[in-house]
């Protein structure tokens, strides 16, 4: 259920849930890289630091 309060704060607009900030769901496993592409509507791409 992680995916769907994500996408919620996400598209609320809550401070640290940009584009980066949810990245770091991804990194920590939370939610997949398809995932992050459903709420962000941007193919994930790892920056190199993560």
């Known amino acids: 259920m ?3 309060w994500i996408k ?3 598209d609320a607009g809550m401070p ?4 980066d ?3 770091v ?4 496993g939370w939610i997949t ?3 992050y ?3 962000t509507n941007v ?3 790892t920056d190199g630091l993560r």
């Open 2 to 4: 992680r995916f769907q």
């Open 8 to 10: 919620k704060y996400y």
């Open 16 to 19: 640290g849930y940009d584009n």
């Open 21 to 23: 900030g949810i990245k």
């Open 25 to 28: 769901f991804v990194a920590a």
């Open 33 to 35: 890289a398809e995932q």
């Open 37 to 39: 592409k459903q709420i």
């Open 43 to 45: 193919e994930y791409v």
